[in-house]
T-cell receptor, first 114, second 112 residues
Framework: GQQLNQSPQSMFIQEGEDVSMNCTSS?????WLWYKQDPGEGPVLLIA?????ELTSNGRLTAQFGITRKDSFLNISASIPSDVGIYFC??????????????FGQGTILTVHP | DAGVTQSPTHLIKTRGQQVTLRCSPK?????VSWYQQALGQGPQFIFQ???????QRGNFPDRFSGHQFPNYSSELNVNALLLGDSALYLC???????????FGQGTRLTVV
């Protein structure tokens, strides 16, 4: 089945540093989404991307839909302690049977040291 | 504006039992999807309901079934529980054909 490879698996950074994580798929995607999940909570939608090459920002977060439609990345600038959590990429592939189905990556665990 | 709400928040069941989880979608949303999230993993798609019918299904056995009601709320039923069914079950709602899914806080199911 469809798989997303998300990297890195974990990151330990100092407050104020920039962060970059990415996600690759084995097939073409029509939609890329980025979520953040805190312990004991459900994922919260951060950014949604719909077109190849699209670059979208949400505050200190910036995400891009790769030109090949098989990858996406998320950048966080000037990290703060509340950025701690697990970040997931998710997407819907372009196959005709995937309608309504999101595939998730394995997650990137972000730790920010004050 | 109420977000996605799920009940119960925690549940402990014995192997072989049946369980029903409930979800109320975000106001204005008519589509409900269910996901299973094992510890340390990303969510896995179970199925999606729209207009009271299952529109899409992931790779889960028939022991997993669902229902959507006229008010768009939904239930997830799991029969003949296995130890491996222990996970966080997430409900997500969206509007129509949108891929932007909004998640509830989840139900933590433990099978003993």
């Amino acid at each position: 089945g469809q798989q997303l490879n998300q990297s890195p698996q974990s990151m330990f950074i100092q407050e104020g540093e920039d962060v970059s994580m990415n996600c690759t798929s084995s097939s073409i995607f029509n939609t890329w989404l980025w979520y953040k999940q805190d312990p004991g909570e459900g994922p919260v939608l951060l950014i949604a991307l719909y077109k190849a090459g699209e670059l979208t920002s949400n505050g200190r977060l910036t995400a891009q839909f790769g030109i090949t439609r098989k990858d996406s990345f998320l950048n966080i600038s000037a990290s703060i302690p509340s950025d701690v959590g697990i970040y997931f990429c998710a997407g819907r592939d372009a196959g005709g049977t995937s309608y309504g189905k999101l595939t998730f990556g394995q997650g990137t665990i972000l730790t920010v040291h004050p | 504006d109420a977000g996605v709400t799920q009940s119960p928040t925690h549940l402990i069941k014995t192997r072989g039992q049946q369980v029903t989880l409930r979800c109320s979608p975000k106001s204005g949303h008519d589509t409900v999807s269910w996901y299973q999230q094992a510890l340390g993993q990303g969510p896995q798609f179970i199925f999606q309901y729209y207009e009271e019918e299952e529109r899409q299904r992931g790779n889960f056995p028939d022991r997993f079934s669902g229902h959507q009601f006229p008010n768009y709320s939904s239930e997830l039923n799991v029969n003949a529980l296995l130890l491996g069914d222990s996970a966080l079950y997430l409900c997500a709602s969206s509007k129509g054909d949108s891929d932007e899914a909004f998640f509830g806080q989840g139900t933590r199911l433990t099978v003993v």
